[in-house]
């Protein structure tokens, strides 16, 4: 059992251990936070000794599923144990279920049962219904307890990646929240966070399985992805498409069909004879291209990946530890790679290659689907628990990471292919610590209403346990959408984390300009919206890099003490200083919104609402609330462009959010090259803190965080003369309008302090006096990355 060393500034932990019965209690500043083995349901199966091993072994115990024997070689090896937040109201984790972020209890206080405990076993679940609490995909064994008065948040993270399940009981003896974890197998492994505000939580908890890997700038941009693409001819068209409509996106997949029968890494000859010059030509525009890379390797004694890795010993085997495993899925009879052995995971990476992987490029990324693992006439579709991994571990023993393993090697091949630089490769299932390796989705949900807004507690519950990039297939899987639901999983869709358009092998063609007027418009609209907000956006992640902050973030983290936030799964923030409530049901012209406690603009229109407060704001189609958080700043990049590569040398717009005082605002942006890992390794980076002050002044300047300053101003401008290569191209990037919302006004002149110029102040663009003001300063002459301030001159 670990205990984050991190304690809060200010908040003092203490952990009291007693004996007979074991209990242990973390207390934050005097108040129980965390205890264990309050209700005494700490046991496990005890460590055979030496005298007994040597004793006739115990009768195994096979257990039956469907027609598979779980043969049990080792008997019971069950352990379970009990934890108690007992000032929580509310319990948030565990993914992965289409179900309500605050966790409903499956126990009562008095043991009767309300539904199933939860389970965290990755499974390919077919057509997976929303509003259901069983386990998909990935599984994090990440439980947080939440009390809003005081403001608190602890978590506890079980790094054990067997079958778990966890009972979930409200106002127990014990008061707050009790769990109940049985694990099948595997070590007693628990952490303890005390927090107590949801940023340390996540900060410690990401201290113990790492932080968000630090995507490549392109994978922010819009996916366009469909099972499948039919030819080159047709990814052609499809990239024309988004040209010829105006409408940014930076990548184009390819589902399964591309290959030539389900052997990864070929290409289907007569559909995809050219994939080089495919990739070329889609990258020629700025643009990558993903190709889907399964754990099944088709058993084919011709298929070079198939051949070498039987040869060499490199599948899962049987139970008896010696015949390769065979499973059947899209090729049919396949093996399936150990990826829990190093030795694998290297040479799979190793298969990424240029030289290995024929017709790819280094514009080419991969996607990993089926692999939590799915075996289609395997118990559960998916592998026995007793077939035999590297080291004689039995499957049961590392399930729940295997998915995790595989995507880790290929993310490590797709980087030492590309000499190092950031990966980007998806995939489906996922453990804790998946989060260092690249972004997950959600799976196969279905175009209905349902699955669009229980797409929200999915991914903000992923957010909340450190998976930060995740995101919902737009328009739905299985099945399809019309016009309006599109459109609206668009405007959802844009603030996922990670933002692609899927959909099924059957299902009509549903590229954004299919839907006609007034769709392809405001779908236009959304995507745009997804791009103007890319330097906030990138900011977010690097946060999220380096602090395992959530990028789309319930609302409970940025209003911990807020009891109405705390279950809220209709709306969320992005990041600090945006709420969106999207609009999630079938011909809505309204919709209930909820700002917590502060001042807030909207978006579209500067309107200054003051929260807290719940109110009805009236939607059309074109209309998706959203809100600026007073005491924010935000940076935006407001030209509209092809993809994120084309608006790199573009300049920004900052938006200034004043707080209830009107004279106070604070935000900050962080710039590097998009791609390298310079910003780690030489430092190569831009942070920069925007501080609206007085009501007055407005001042940029590189800001010291997470042990380092990136560069210097004095650095930035030097390297970029000299033309250093690191000198990525934003760093010189200029600042071309700053807006500060409210009804201030100031006079007609601003001083700029930076090369000693002055300018005008040009034109508002709300009505004078009007709650929905804006006061904009165009083109100031200042680069971003550069020390500077704007002096207002105050007219009222
Ligand atoms: C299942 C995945 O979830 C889905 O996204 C994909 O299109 C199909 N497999 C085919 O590869």
Not at 165 to 193: N, P, Q
Not at 389 to 397: D, F, K, P, T
Not at 640 to 659: E, G, L, Q
Request: aromatic share 12%; hydrophobic share 35%.
């Amino acid at each position: 059992m670990g205990f984050s060393s991190e304690t809060p500034v200010g908040s003092e932990v203490k952990v009291v251990i007693e004996h007979a019965p074991v209990k242990i209690t973390t207390l934050v500043d005097g108040v129980e936070a965390v205890v264990f083995n309050a209700n005494g349901a700490f046991e496990f199966e005890r460590r055979k000794t030496k005298s007994e091993e040597d004793a006739p072994p115990p009768e195994p115990s096979p257990e039956t599923f469907n027609s598979h024997t779980d043969s049990r070689p080792n008997g019971p090896m069950a352990l379970s144990f009990d934890i108690t937040f007992p000032d929580a109201s509310h319990a948030y984790g565990l993914p992965e279920r289409a179900t309500t972020m605050s966790l409903r209890e499956t126990k009562a206080a008095d043991g009767a049962i309300a539904t199933e405990p939860y389970r965290l076993y990755n499974l390919d679940v077919f057509e997976y219904e929303h509003d259901s609490p069983f386990g998909l995909y990935g599984s994090i064994p990440m439980l947080l307890g939440h009390s809003s008065r005081p403001p608190r948040v602890h978590g506890v993270y079980f790094n054990n990646p067997t079958e778990l399940y966890v009972d979930v009981t409200k106002g127990g003896s014990s008061g707050g929240i009790s769990s109940h974890w049985m694990a099948e197998s595997g070590a007693f492994d628990l952490f303890i966070f005390p927090g107590p505000s949801p940023r340390e939580t996540m900060r410690q908890y990401s201290m113990i399985t790492g932080g968000t890997a630090m995507p490549p700038a392109f994978a922010l941009g819009y996916h366009q992805c469909r099972w499948n693409y039919r030819d080159e001819a047709d990814v052609a068209a499809v990239d024309a498409g988004f040209d010829e409509h105006d409408i940014p996106y930076d990548v184009l997949w390819l589902d399964i069909e591309h290959t030539d029968g389900k052997r990864y890494m070929t290409w289907d000859g007569a559909t995809f004879p050219t994939p080089r010059r495919m990739i070329e030509d889609v990258a020629s525009r700025g643009r990558k291209m993903v190709t889907i890379v399964d754990p099944h390797v088709k058993k084919d004694a011709n298929y070079p990946v198939y051949k070498e890795a039987e040869s060499k010993g490199l599948f899962v085997k049987q139970k008896d530890g010696v015949g390769d495993f065979d499973g059947w899925c899209w090729p049919g009879s396949s093996a399936y790679l150990d990826v829990t052995s190093p030795a694998v995971r290297a040479w799979w990476a190793d298969k990424f290659s240029l030289k290995n992987y024929q017709g790819s490029t280094k514009d080419l990324y991969i996607w990993n689907d089926m692999n939590e693992p799915s075996v289609f006439n395997g118990p559960e579709i998916t592998m026995q628990k007793d077939l035999i991994h590297h080291g004689n571990v039995e499957h049961r023993e590392v399930h729940n990471a295997f998915g995790m393993y595989y995507h880790a090697a290929t993310a490590a091949g797709i980087e030492k292919r590309n000499d190092g630089e950031r990966p980007f490769v998806l995939s489906r299932a996922f453990f804790a610590g998946t989060q260092r390796v690249g972004p997950i989705w959600t799976g196969d949900n279905a175009a209905d209403w349902n699955h669009l807004r229980v797409s929200l507690p999915m991914v903000l519950t992923l957010g909340a346990t450190g998976l930060a990039f995740s995101g919902a297939d737009v328009g739905g899987f299985f099945g399809n959408p019309d016009g309006e639901l599109m459109t609206r999983w668009y405007q959802t869709g844009i603030y996922y984390p990670f933002f692609r358009g899927h959909a099924h092998l059957d299902t009509k063609r549903r590229e954004p300009w299919l839907f006609g007027e007034p769709y392809t418009a405001l779908i236009r609209a959304a995507i745009r919206r997804r791009y103007q907000l890319m330097p906030y956006l990138y900011t977010l992640f690097e946060e999220a890099h380096r602090d395992g902050a959530p990028v789309m973030r319930p609302l409970w983290y940025e209003f911990p003490n807020d009891p109405h936030a705390a279950a809220k799964e209709d709306a969320f923030m992005l990041g600090p200083a945006l709420l969106v409530h999207p609009v999630t049901t079938q011909g809505a012209s309204s919709v209930e919104v909820y700002l917590p406690a502060g001042v807030w603009y909207d978006y579209d229109t500067n309107e200054m609402h003051a929260g807290p407060k719940t109110f009805s704001v009236a939607v059309t189609l074109a209309d998706t609330p959203t809100f600026v958080r007073g005491g924010h700043v935000i940076v935006r990049k407001d030209r509209a462009r092809r993809s994120t590569r084309a608006m790199t040398h573009d300049p920004f717009t900052i938006v200034v959010a004043p707080d209830e005082s009107g004279k106070y605002a604070y935000g900050e942006v962080y710039l590097d090259d998009g791609k390298s890992y310079a910003f780690e390794e030489k430092d190569a980076f831009s942070r920069r803190q925007i501080i609206f002050e007085d009501g007055d002044s407005l001042v940029c300047a590189a800001k010291w965080r997470g042990g380092s300053w990136g560069w210097t101003t004095h650095d930035a401008e030097q390297k970029h003369l000299e033309g250093d290569p690191l000198a990525f191209p934003e760093i010189a990037a200029e600042v071309e309008r700053v807006i500060v919302l409210g009804p201030r006004r100031f006079g007609e002149d601003a001083e700029v302090r930076n090369k000693r110029k002055e300018i005008h102040l040009v034109s508002a663009s709300g009505k004078e006096g009007s709650p929905a003001a804006a006061t904009a300063v165009k083109k100031p002459g200042v680069v971003l990355a550069q020390d500077w301030s704007i002096l207002f001159s105050v007219a009222d």
